[in-house]
């Protein structure tokens, strides 16, 4: 089974500041791999997702992706953060085959933006 | 259009009581997951709808829980005799697909308190 680890539960940045989240995955070969963005009071928002090919993915509100096979990561960037980025941020894989609806998520980083 | 919404809100319940929770995905969307969000954590998978048939239910916790998707549109989710450990977001997601990296567009959430 596929699992998911979001190392920093917590990170702190300024705002104009660039920023990074990790995400570490474990799959038997390349998953499907998911950014989604959780604001207070609001549904999980996916900012990018990766299938296959171009490993830098390009995603909503300047945010991108790059997917490492040798390192089995998929780290979020972003150049310039914004105050109205701060949110919870979720890295999810899917499966390639057998039960591939089924998304398994890490644990979430939490963003504070200092103005 | 219209996103995924979900009703209620927000649920206080009583040990042992019986709750509903009801989902409405996106207009034609075949498929229907729910999941399940506790406090610092990740979303969990609970169940997975195409049609109105419950294709995977693997994720549901014990016999306690059960959802319908009776005519392939909205979605209940039921919880009986509900148990304090029962409280946490659940999260609902539609799909037009299923599956192979199907971007899932998720609910507000009900924030379920079982007292």
């Known amino acids: 089974a596929q699992s998911v680890t979001q190392p920093d539960i917590h990170i702190t940045v300024s705002e104009g500041a660039s920023l990074e989240l990790r995400c570490n995955y474990s799959?038997?070969?390349?998953?499907?791999l998911f950014w989604y963005v959780q604001s207070p009071g609001q549904g999980l928002q996916l900012l990018l997702k990766y299938f296959s090919g171009d490993t830098l993915v390009q995603g909503i509100k300047g945010f991108e992706a790059e997917f490492k096979r040798s390192q089995s990561s998929f780290n979020l960037r972003k150049p310039s953060v914004h105050w109205s980025d701060a949110a919870e941020y979720f890295c999810a894989v899917g499966a390639r085959g057998g039960s591939n609806y089924k998304l398994t998520f890490g644990k979430g980083t939490l963003l504070t933006v200092n103005p | 259009g219209a996103g995924v919404s979900q009703t209620p809100s927000n649920k206080v319940t009583e040990k042992g009581k019986y709750v509903e929770l009801r989902c409405d995905p996106i207009?034609?969307?075949?498929?229907l997951y729910w999941y399940r969000q506790s406090l610092g954590q990740g979303p969990e998978f609970l169940i997975y709808f195409q049609g109105t048939g419950a294709a995977d239910d693997s994720g549901l916790p014990n016999d306690r829980f059960f959802a319908v998707r009776p005519e392939g549109s909205v979605s209940t989710l039921k919880i009986q005799r509900t148990e304090r450990g029962d409280s946490a977001v659940y999260l609902c997601?539609?799909?037009?697909?299923?599956?192979?990296?199907?971007?899932?567009?998720f609910g507000p959430g009900t924030r379920l308190l079982v007292l």
């Open positions: 207009s034609g969307h075949t498929a």
């Open positions: 997601a539609s799909s037009l697909l299923a599956g192979g990296g199907e971007t899932q567009y």
């Open positions: 799959y038997g070969a390349t998953p499907y």
